[in-house]
């Protein structure tokens, strides 16, 4: 069986990026599939090259060519993102003329990652899209893209899916509990869902119980400015005393201190990895509104674990997501220390009490691996989608197969 794997946007360098690098090793896994990954070099990412990859670019002129190959030769086509509103129009026209509707034999099958319906307009023709479809995946089905989906009347069958993640791959970074710095890191892009800010807002707590933090991955932007600035209109004057900003023009200090939270921007993945795994603890604030939520984790959440940092996650991302066990994220023990916005004392004397017992810690960050592993780990994720994918229209030729996963 030929898997094709399309990223319309193109190279972003982020979650649907790694989802699509994901997939595809899972794929390369299967003696029985053969898998490719092809992405739009119409816009050229400021990530691109922050995650190795072996994916296919292809430029404008070399969409007509492709659709026909995929048309022809492949019996399944992921879209894991669309052409986008960033794209030139040339592009998005033949994107939608070409690798949308041109596609008619193989299965195709979208992936949803975008979380809000703000982002879901940046998709060129995305309704339109998912009625060429022979069915989608979707974090949710209570998220804004159900919702939609519904009220236009579109009737593409829709399953939900979890990310799925190669926990092993990263246990090289893991270190030893007593090489691990008094540190929490954030880790991963600038987004109001993931809460950076929080990092920042509870720095004096932290500072009391000696803690230094930082922030890795985050980019200057419109979005962000609240994480540097008191008043974003008056930001000559209210920038804020507790941050130290790593740049050029001012470089990474070779002392550092607790009393300031150290901000770094994009990351090489790798060495990203490696610099967060020296954390004693890793934070991703990720929360959407409640009945966005399902069984849903990010890649940062999944690679804060996997490198062996005790996870902060907060409360009501994990009052809202299901583990695969059946239990709600908030009920499990020893897989997350629950931050709540509002009580970052509590939060903070939690990670006091791991930071200062080197067994309590190595004993939680076992079980927190053994419990996402179990939850997400490529070896199911991915084959729950491979299975759902070949159910969309029974094609028993190929159900056989799935015994050899």
Same mark, same amino acid.
Request: glycine letters at 6%.
């Given at each position: 069986?030929?898997?094709?794997?399309?990223?319309?946007?193109?190279? /972003?360098?982020?979650?649907?990026?790694?989802?699509?690098?994901?997939?595809?090793?899972?794929?390369?896994?299967?003696?029985?599939?053969?898998?490719?990954? +092809?992405?739009?070099?119409?816009?050229?990412?400021?990530?691109?090259?922050?995650?190795?990859?072996?994916?296919?670019?292809?430029?404008?002129?070399?969409?007509?060519?492709?659709?026909?190959?995929?048309?022809?030769?492949?019996?399944?086509?992921?879209?894991?993102?669309? %052409?986008?509103?960033?794209?030139?129009?040339?592009?998005?026209?033949?994107?939608?003329?070409?690798?949308?509707?041109?596609?008619?034999?193989?299965?195709?099958?979208?992936?949803?990652?975008?979380?809000?319906?703000?982002?879901?307009?940046?998709?060129?023709?995305?309704?339109?899209?998912?009625?060429?479809?022979? %069915?989608?995946?979707?974090?949710?089905?209570?998220?804004?893209?159900?919702?939609?989906?519904?009220?236009?009347?579109?009737?593409?069958?829709?399953?939900?899916?979890?990310?799925?993640?190669?926990?092993?791959?990263?246990?090289?970074?893991?270190?030893?509990?007593?090489?691990?710095?008094?540190?929490?890191?954030?880790?991963?892009?600038?987004?109001?869902?993931?809460?950076? /800010?929080?990092?920042?807002?509870?720095?004096?707590?932290?500072?009391?119980?000696?803690?230094?933090?930082?922030?890795?991955?985050?980019?200057?932007?419109?979005?962000?400015?609240?994480?540097?600035?008191?008043?974003?209109?008056?930001?000559?004057?209210?920038?804020?005393?507790?941050?130290?900003?790593?740049?050029?023009?001012?470089?990474?200090?070779?002392?550092?201190?607790?009393?300031?939270?150290?901000?770094?921007?994009?990351?090489?993945?790798?060495?990203?990895?490696?610099?967060?795994?020296?954390?004693?603890?890793?934070?991703?604030?990720?929360?959407?509104?409640?009945?966005?939520?399902?069984?849903?984790?990010?890649?940062?959440?999944?690679?804060?674990?996997?490198?062996?940092?005790?996870?902060?996650?907060?409360?009501?991302?994990?009052?809202?997501?299901?583990?695969?066990?059946?239990?709600?994220?908030?009920?499990?023990?020893? +897989?997350?220390?629950?931050?709540?916005?509002?009580? +970052?004392?509590?939060?903070? /004397?939690?990670?006091?009490?791991?930071?200062?017992?080197?067994?309590?810690?190595?004993?939680?960050?076992?079980?927190?691996?053994?419990?996402?592993?179990?939850?997400?780990?490529?070896?199911?994720?991915?084959?729950?989608?491979?299975?759902?994918?070949?159910?969309?229209?029974?094609?028993?030729?190929?159900?056989?197969?799935? /015994?050899?996963?």
């Amino acid at each position: 069986m030929k898997v094709a794997i399309l990223l319309g946007r193109g190279i /972003e360098g982020c979650g649907v990026t790694r989802f699509a690098l994901e997939q595809e090793r899972w794929f390369q896994k299967q003696k029985s599939i053969s898998c490719k990954v +092809f992405a739009s070099d119409d816009k050229k990412w400021g990530r691109r090259d922050a995650q190795q990859h072996n994916i296919i670019a292809f430029e404008n002129d070399r969409v007509k060519g492709l659709s026909k190959i995929l048309d022809e030769e492949y019996d399944v086509v992921y879209y894991h993102s669309l %052409a986008g509103r960033s794209n030139t129009e040339e592009y998005r026209e033949l994107w939608y003329e070409y690798m949308v509707k041109g596609i008619t034999k193989p299965l195709k099958i979208a992936f949803q990652h975008d979380h809000k319906l703000g982002s879901l307009t940046r998709n060129h023709k995305v309704w339109e899209t998912m009625q060429y479809m022979d %069915a989608c995946f979707t974090h949710s089905l209570g998220s804004p893209f159900c919702k939609k989906l519904s009220e236009k009347g579109i009737r593409t069958p829709v399953s939900v899916f979890s990310v799925g993640f190669d926990f092993d791959s990263l246990l090289h970074f893991r270190k030893p509990v007593d090489k691990q710095l008094k540190r929490v890191t954030y880790f991963g892009r600038f987004a109001g869902f993931k809460d950076p /800010e929080r990092i920042v807002d509870m720095q004096p707590i932290l500072e009391q119980y000696r803690f230094y933090s930082e922030l890795r991955g985050i980019e200057r932007s419109i979005g962000s400015l609240p994480l540097f600035y008191g008043d974003v209109k008056d930001r000559e004057n209210t920038y804020k005393k507790n941050i130290y900003e790593v740049t050029k023009k001012n470089p990474e200090p070779y002392i550092k201190s607790p009393a300031l939270t150290y901000i770094y921007g994009p990351y090489n993945r790798i060495e990203g990895l490696a610099e967060l795994s020296e954390s004693m603890f890793g934070a991703d604030f990720f929360n959407l509104d409640a009945d966005s939520h399902s069984n849903n984790m990010e890649y940062s959440m999944a690679e804060i674990i996997a490198v062996g940092c005790i996870p902060l996650f907060d409360v009501n991302w994990a009052k809202n997501t299901r583990h695969v066990n059946g239990l709600l994220m908030n009920d499990l023990k020893e +897989f997350a220390i629950f931050s709540d916005r509002n009580d +970052f004392k509590k939060t903070v /004397e939690e990670m006091e009490e791991l930071a200062d017992n080197n067994y309590l810690r190595s004993k939680f960050r076992k079980n927190s691996f053994e419990l996402a592993k179990e939850h997400c780990d490529s070896s199911k994720a991915f084959k729950d989608i491979l299975t759902e994918t070949l159910l969309v229209e029974k094609k028993t030729n190929y159900m056989d197969q799935l /015994e050899m996963f």
